[in-house]
């Protein structure tokens, strides 16, 4: 519950206060998002499947964040960045949509 108020509240400050993301950072930005909910979505399944840990919830979403940008980063170096970035949403995408039918078939049993 802790964990939804938390979403909530920095959705909200986020609206109000219009944070401005340095364009350093802006390609970057969507992928990790992308990385975030991959690693929000396989907690969510854990949690559902029984084997949840925190401590492997806050390693994944820190290093799917992490290695998504660092690829992203090296694509950005080697000139094909679009390439890896567009490799990365999809592989991380098809994981994705993996949990997000476990989960459904958990909760509606189907």
Not at 3 to 12: I, N, R, T
Not at 46 to 64: E, H, Q, R, T
Request: aromatic fraction near 8%; proline fraction near 4%.
């Amino acid at each position: 519950m802790i964990a939804v108020l938390g979403l909530v509240v920095g959705v909200v400050v986020g609206l109000f206060v219009r944070p401005e993301v340095p364009a350093v950072v802006e390609p970057y930005l969507p992928i990790a998002v992308v990385a975030a909910l991959d690693a929000v979505f396989g907690g969510l399944r854990a949690m559902l499947d029984g084997i949840f840990d925190d401590k492997v919830f806050v390693v994944s979403f820190l290093s799917n964040v992490v290695v998504a940008a660092l690829i992203v980063f090296l694509g950005d170096k080697l000139g094909v960045g679009a390439q890896l970035s567009t490799g990365v949403v999809v592989v991380l995408g098809i994981r994705i949509f993996s949990n997000a039918a476990a989960i459904r078939r958990h909760i509606f049993r189907a």
